[in-house]
């Protein structure tokens, strides 16, 4: 069982930047691929970037590609998503959801645990 707790959220203008993070527990987290998705209001959710076991690979949407990086500390059992250039479409709650494999990359058909999800809201 991994329990998944998210933090950093908030107002920001377009431009700015935030950084997420994710606060894991359970002696399994760090064999698990880790991820970070998001879900805007009237729309799906959707894939924004996942990292593997040990961090060797990662993957991103295209959307956040080039301004979004995932990281992860295993020792701490946190993940982090860095957000640069935010733009007022990056608006959503933003949860942090882990996947019982050491890497597998997206798309993803579902995933095994999730937290309750933090909400970014960008101005323009």
């Known amino acids: 069982q991994v329990q998944l707790v998210e933090s950093g959220g908030g107002l920001v203008q377009a431009g700015g930047s935030l950084r997420l993070s994710c606060a894991a527990s359970?002696?399994?987290?760090?064999?698990?691929?880790m991820g970070w998705f998001r879900q805007a209001p009237g729309k799906e959710r959707e894939f924004v970037a996942s990292?593997?076991?040990?961090?060797?690979?990662?993957a991103y949407a295209d959307s956040v590609k080039g301004r979004f990086t995932i990281a992860r500390n295993n020792d701490e059992n946190m993940v982090y998503l860095r957000m640069n250039s935010l733009k007022p479409e990056d608006t959503a709650v933003y949860s942090c959801?882990?996947?019982?494999?050491?890497?597998?990359?997206?798309?993803?058909?579902?995933?095994?645990?999730w937290g309750k999800g933090t909400l970014v809201t960008v101005s323009s």
């Open positions: 359970g002696r399994s987290f760090r064999f698990y691929t």
């Open positions: 959801e882990a996947k019982d494999t050491t890497w597998s990359p997206p798309p993803y058909d579902g995933m095994d645990y």
């Open positions: 990292i593997s076991w040990t961090a060797g690979s990662t």
